[in-house]
Nanobody, 124 residues
Framework: QVRLVESGGGSVQAGGSLRLSCEAS????????AGWFRQGSGTEREGVAG???????NYADSVKGRFTISRDNVNDVLYLQMDNLQPEDTAMYYC??????????????????WGQGTQVTVSS
């Protein structure tokens, strides 16, 4: 069973940057597909960005051009670089992984394993 541990959240002012990390530990092949979701106060959990094991990426329209997802396949770490953060980016951010093909746009129930979340707060 794979375990995910996120870090890097915090509080920044609008226009600032944060880099989230997600360290995975578990059997080989369980993190072939990975991504980030977020959930703000009173909102549904939404997909932010996804990445395949070959490096192919996809993003929600709301973060395109500002967020960059990447991965270190050697050390099994997933990253989310967030630039030009805005108050509407305030949310709990969760990393997700799966051994089978899945994208963040497939929704919450499509993903097998979730991290515990890391809070990002952006003030205006």
């Amino acid at each position: 069973q794979v375990r995910l541990v996120e870090s890097g959240g915090g509080s920044v002012q609008a226009g600032g940057s944060l880099r989230l990390s997600c360290e995975a530990s578990g059997p080989p092949g369980t993190t072939m597909f990975a991504g980030w979701f977020r959930q703000g106060s009173g909102t549904e959990r939404e997909g932010v960005a996804g990445i395949d094991n070959d490096g192919s990426t996809n993003y929600a329209d709301s973060v395109k051009g500002r967020f960059t997802i990447s991965r270190d396949n050697v050390n099994d770490v997933l990253y989310l670089q967030m630039d030009n953060l805005q108050p509407e980016d305030t949310a709990m951010y969760y990393c997700v992984v799966d051994r089978f093909p899945v994208e963040v746009e497939n929704g919450v129930s499509a993903w097998a394993t979730w991290g515990q979340g890391t809070q990002v707060t952006v003030s205006s």
